[in-house]
């Protein structure tokens, strides 16, 4: 089983600042099968990014998502109000799929 | 507009069953793979089980293998999860999710959960 690690676990920025989330995988994730989610509290999450780095649909271009083989890296760029969230990147090249325990971004 | 819509949940005590349906709406059902993921009272998500579009294949994780069956009804749009055994830790909400189109397996879309409670 793959095991990401999301740090760090609380990231607490001001609007218009960039944040930078990490997420490390015990092994190779093969053909940067990543995702990143967005959960905002009470709300289900939504998709990001896939394939480590390819914006989902409707998604603004402040978010971008890095990274290969065991480290990826989610940044958020020029932050507003509404970016305070929990953020989970998630593996699915392998079996069993895998999330990360989640990086929660609060704007000061 | 994707929509999935949860339903079937609610409190049931340790050993008990319950299923749990998802309807899913906005979409060409039967083309795409779906599943479940879960999450925990503040904790977090957790991946539970998940069927191909054509029910061909199906995948569980170990914590639930065994004790849930994943199913569909492609007449009916709907995706379905019985759980059986249910211990305190399967308390959850549980959310239906959509995958894209062909073998990737993340989920582009997801429903609002349904809340599940096991206890006594």
């Known amino acids: 089983e793959i095991v990401l690690t999301q740090s760090p676990a609380t990231l607490s920025l001001s609007p218009g600042e960039r944040a930078t989330l990490s997420c490390r995988a015990s092994?190779?994730?093969?053909?940067?099968?990543l995702a990143w989610y967005q959960q905002k509290p009470g709300q289900a999450p939504r998709l990001l990014i896939y394939a480590a780095a390819t914006r989902a649909t409707d998604i603004p271009d402040r978010f971008s998502g890095s990274g290969s083989e065991t480290d990826f890296t989610l940044t958020i760029t020029r932050l507003q109000p509404e970016d305070s969230a929990v953020y989970y990147c998630?593996?699915?090249?392998?079996?069993?799929?895998?999330f990360g325990g989640g990086t929660k971004v609060e704007i000061k | 507009e994707v929509q999935l819509l949860e339903s079937g949940g609610g409190l049931v005590q340790p050993g008990g069953s319950l299923r749990l349906s998802c309807e899913a709406s906005?979409?060409?059902?039967?083309?795409?793979?779906v599943g479940w993921v879960r999450q925990a009272p503040g904790k977090g998500l957790e991946w539970v089980s998940d069927?191909?579009?054509?029910?061909?294949?199906?995948y569980y994780s170990d914590s639930v293998k065994g004790r849930f069956t994943i199913s569909r009804d492609n007449s009916k749009s709907t995706l379905y999860l019985q759980m059986s055994s249910l211990r305190d830790e399967d308390t959850a909400i549980y959310y239906c999710?959509?995958?894209?189109?062909?073998?990737?397996?993340?989920?582009?879309?997801w429903g609002q959960g349904a809340l599940v409670i096991v206890s006594s």
């Open positions: 092994q190779i994730v093969s053909t940067s099968y």
């Open positions: 998630q593996q699915y090249g392998l079996s069993p799929l895998t």
């Open positions: 069927i191909s579009h054509d029910s061909d294949s199906m």
């Open positions: 906005g979409f060409t059902f039967k083309r795409y793979a």
């Open positions: 999710a959509k995958r894209p189109v062909g073998l990737l397996r993340y989920f582009d879309s």
